[in-house]
Nanobody, 123 residues
């Protein structure tokens, strides 16, 4: 059974930090992509971490603030988010596919989305 579970979201003030976790079961993976979907908007790519190469890339609006990293035997990957902005408010998802590095807003057709974790940035 394929299952992806995101956790670590919450309510944080602007400028605050959160760390999201992604666990994967039932699927092999070499990379983890992070995505988010704000109310009324399409899901968009946020970051990708290659678990073999250790390399990562990010959408422009989060560069320098977000860091994707590989996890351990229990957690597939993490997304550290700092200096959070109200526009970062969204439901965040992880996947075993990565966003298109040339167009991070491209909608990804993938079948195993989890429930996501809500991140709300508000004073």
């Amino acid at each position: 059974q394929v299952q992806l579970v995101e956790s670590g979201g919450g309510l944080v003030q602007p400028g605050g930090s959160l760390t999201l976790s992604c666990t994967v079961s039932g699927l092999p993976y070499l990379a983890i992509g992070w995505f988010r979907q704000a109310p009324g908007k399409e899901r968009e790519g946020v970051a990708c971490i290659s678990l073999m190469a250790g390399s990562s890339y990010y959408r422009d609006s989060v560069k320098g603030r977000f860091t994707a990293s590989s996890g351990n035997s229990r957690v597939a990957a993490y997304l550290q988010m700092h200096s959070l902005l109200p526009e970062d408010t969204a439901v965040y998802f992880c996947a075993t596919v990565c966003p298109n590095s040339y167009d991070m807003s491209q909608v990804i057709d993938w079948s195993y989305w989890g429930q996501g974790t809500q991140v709300t940035v508000s004073a």
